[in-house]
Every structure is written in structure tokens, then in C-alpha cells.
């Protein structure tokens, strides 16, 4: 099981691989959903997991708010992946929406076209798609060669557990087309029952090895 453990900043990235996360989201400001860390804080960080053999996945989100961008948003975004890369982040964590509930199209193709050569996951604005558009963007995704998608299952005021059923039908339609990697509320403790009822083979948090303070 691939334990991806959300971490803010720098400061307990160290905390987190020891405790056996083998993968770091790095994000900045978790209490609006997660945002772009800083050059220091990035190149730190890609520098030291690294040397711990563990990638790292590097938020891309000027802002907190909506996931619905300007141009000039998402040409920081453009600016902050093709930099990102250059430091050698394992990949980037985005997702971009216009006003119809759906993916913005052009600006997910213009941040690909940027993370051409990184791993990509479309962040929890998955969630916030129509429910009855969700598979079908689950299609588009994998057409453009995004390798997870990360879910809630549903809305954030509900428990993840209360999304089982719903996350369940993302994996069994997902197949092993792209990766469904479930987010928001699983924990050390309930973590080996939501993967034995999702089947699945990675799952992210920011308490999935416990609590890192």
C-alpha cells in the first residue's frame, strides 16, 4: 500500500517518511485546500525526499477559493510547473473548472503540455464536477494521460466513509486506466478497511501514518 501523506511546508516531511510515508503531497496553507509552496520550501524539500528515496508530488494552485482561473492564473501555473520540474519534483497535483461545473479544458491541456514528463494528479476539484459528468471526466482524464484522480467520493462535509459506495463505483469504472487515489479523512486507524473495500493500492492523507506533531 502506496501511503501518500499530505504535508504542509517543510517542517515535517522528515516526520512523515519516517513514520512510512512513501510518497509527500507538498502544499502550502492546507486550511483553504492547499497551495503552492514557495521556491525554498520546494527545492528543499525535492532535495531531501529524494535523498530518502521518496518522490514527491508538488501542489500547483495560486489561490485558495474556486478552481475556476484566469489566463493570467493559469500562465503562473505554466511558470510554477516548468519551474517545479527543474527542481525535480516527481510531479504536480492540479485541476482547473470553468462555470459549468466541468473541466476547463484549455487550461488543463496548457498545464499538461507544461508537466509533459511528470506524474499528474487532478486534485479534489474532481469533486466539485456534476455528479453526472464524473465519468465522463474520469474518461477525459485518462485520454489525456493523468495518472490518478483525487477523490473525496463526494462532499467534504460528509466522512469519506459515507462515500464508500460512490468511491467504489470511481474505482470499478477507473479500472486500471487511472489511478482512483482516495482523500479527506482516512486516517492510520481506518485506513486498512477502506482499502480492503475499494481495492486499492494507494491512498492519501494528511493522518495516514498517524499524527506527525
Not at 532535495?47 to 530518502?52: D, G, L, T
Not at 486507524?189 to 491512498?203: D, T
Request: proline share 1%; hydrophobic share 40%.
Amino acid at each position: 500500500m502506496l501511503k501518500e501523506v499530505c504535508v504542509e511546508n517543510f517542517t515535517l516531511v522528515s516526520v512523515a517518511i519516517e513514520k512510512g510515508g512513501n510518497r509527500i503531497e507538498l502544499c502550502d496553507n492546507l486550511s483553504v485546500g492547499g497551495t503552492t509552496v514557495s521556491h525554498g520550501v520546494a527545492a528543499k524539500t525535492i532535495s531531501y525526499c529524494h535523498s530518502k528515496n521518496t518522490k514527491v508530488m508538488t501542489m500547483v494552485r495560486p489561490r485558495g477559493g474556486n478552481f475556476i482561473y484566469t489566463k493570467e492564473e493559469i500562465e503562473i501555473m505554466q511558470n510554477d510547473i516548468t519551474h517545479f520540474k527543474q527542481l525535480g519534483t516527481d510531479g504536480v497535483v492540479i485541476g482547473c473548472l470553468n462555470d459549468s461545473d466541468w473541466i476547463d479544458e484549455e487550461a488543463m491541456l496548457n498545464l499538461l503540455e507544461s508537466a509533459v514528463g511528470l506524474d499528474v494528479t487532478f486534485h479534489m476539484a474532481f469533486d466539485q464536477i456534476k455528479d453526472e459528468y464524473q465519468f465522463e471526466a474520469i474518461d477525459w482524464l485518462v485520454r489525456h494521460r493523468v495518472n490518478r484522480i483525487l477523490t473525496h467520493g463526494g462532499s467534504c462535509s460528509k466522512s469519506i466513509e459515507d462515500n464508500l459506495s460512490r468511491l467504489k463505483e470511481f474505482v470499478d469504472y477507473a479500472a486500471d486506466r487511472i489511478i482512483i487515489l482516495p482523500g479527506g479523512g482516512i486516517t492510520d486507524n481506518n485506513l486498512s478497511n477502506i482499502a480492503s473495500i475499494l481495492n486499492i493500492s494507494e491512498v492519501h492523507g494528511t493522518k495516514i501514518v498517524g499524527e506527525l506533531c
